[in-house]
């Protein structure tokens, strides 16, 4: 009997589907993970430290913006792990935002790692929060610490992740202080061993809310395993070409898990068969 079945909640989430369309062979590997972050948090420097020389650069399709990809093992999981461009917002209004979100929305990572400067906590957190309106998989890297303590900033590590809903590392990643406990997180909420709870925006003006729930209703019934309804209604409401399209081209359709589960590499299912 195949045990990967579509109610099983530490199977990976990530769209091999879609995947592919993004330039990502997920062959041999059992989770992909995405980093994220504003530029000149550390960003490079944590991938280094993660992946050391199982690593390579190329573009991402047809865009003329350049990714590293690179690979590891972790508690016999092994992972694929993607940079994104280094970015303040998700709105989609550079090339670099549009190629981070489409990542996140479309390639589904079983993990986002949002890396941010912990002595500029504020202004990151713009970014954070909307990572976290599209996905429910996150863990902060709060890095930069060796310069947050020399400047004698003190953050209450445990109240921010029960904040956000989400694991909160803090690291100093060019001395590579903290990247065991960064991959312990990465590999729990992987597995769903660690359930985030991310924190969204939930009021709203009451219209507006009437009118997202009332489109994020039909996008549930057309979309079953849709898991940001509500964000992508948002954006529906926006007139976000990039969205309309998607649901037109019903690349928004690949995003359900029975379809990732159909089409997921062989090495995937093996894995799990044997669990
Ligand atoms: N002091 C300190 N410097 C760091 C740390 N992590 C990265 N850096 C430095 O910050 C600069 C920007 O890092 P980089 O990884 O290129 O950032 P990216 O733009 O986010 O990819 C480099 O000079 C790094 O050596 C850290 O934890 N502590
Ligand atoms: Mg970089």
């Given at each position: 009997?195949?045990?990967?079945?579509?109610?099983?909640?530490?199977?990976?989430?990530?769209?091999a589907n879609n995947l592919v369309k993004l330039g990502i062979d997920m062959k041999d590997f059992d989770f992909v993970i995405a980093l994220a972050g504003n530029p000149n948090t550390g960003k490079s420097t944590v991938f280094n430290a993660l992946t050391g020389l199982r690593q390579h650069t190329g573009n991402w399709p047809g865009k003329t913006v350049t990714r590293a990809e690179g690979g590891f093992?972790?508690?016999?999981?092994?992972?694929?792990?993607?940079?994104?461009?280094g970015t303040y917002s998700l709105l989609s209004t550079s090339t670099d935002e549009e190629v981070a979100r489409n990542f996140i929305l479309f390639g589904q990572p079983d993990v986002t790692v949002i890396v941010a400067d912990a002595t500029r906590l504020e202004r990151n957190l713009n970014l954070i929060l909307q990572v976290l309106e599209i996905t429910d998989r996150a863990v902060?890297?709060?890095?930069?610490?060796?310069?947050?303590e020399r400047n004698g900033i003190e953050i209450d590590i445990r109240t921010l992740s029960k904040e956000l809903g989400i694991p909160?590392?803090?690291?100093?990643?060019?001395?590579?202080?903290?990247?065991?406990?960064?991959?312990?997180?990465i590999d729990e909420v992987a597995t769903g061993k660690y359930k985030c709870k991310p924190r969204r925006i939930k009021k709203r003006d009451p219209k507006l809310q009437k009118a997202i729930k009332l489109l994020s209703n039909e996008?549930?019934?057309?979309?079953?395993n849709l898991p940001n309804t509500e964000w992508v209604a948002l954006r529906l409401l926006e007139g976000?070409?990039?969205?309309?399209?998607a649901i037109k081209t019903g690349e928004l359709e690949h995003l359900e898990r029975t379809e990732l589960l159909s089409n997921a590499s062989d090495s995937i299912k093996k894995e799990k068969v044997t669990i």
């Open positions: 009997m195949n045990s990967f079945n579509a109610n099983c909640e530490n199977c990976p989430v990530h769209n093992e972790f508690n016999g999981h092994k992972y694929k792990i993607v940079d994104l461009p902060l890297c709060l890095n930069l610490m060796d310069e947050a909160v590392v803090p690291t100093a990643a060019r001395q590579k202080e903290g990247i065991p406990d960064l991959l312990q997180y996008l549930k019934q057309l979309f079953p976000d070409q990039e969205i309309i399209k």
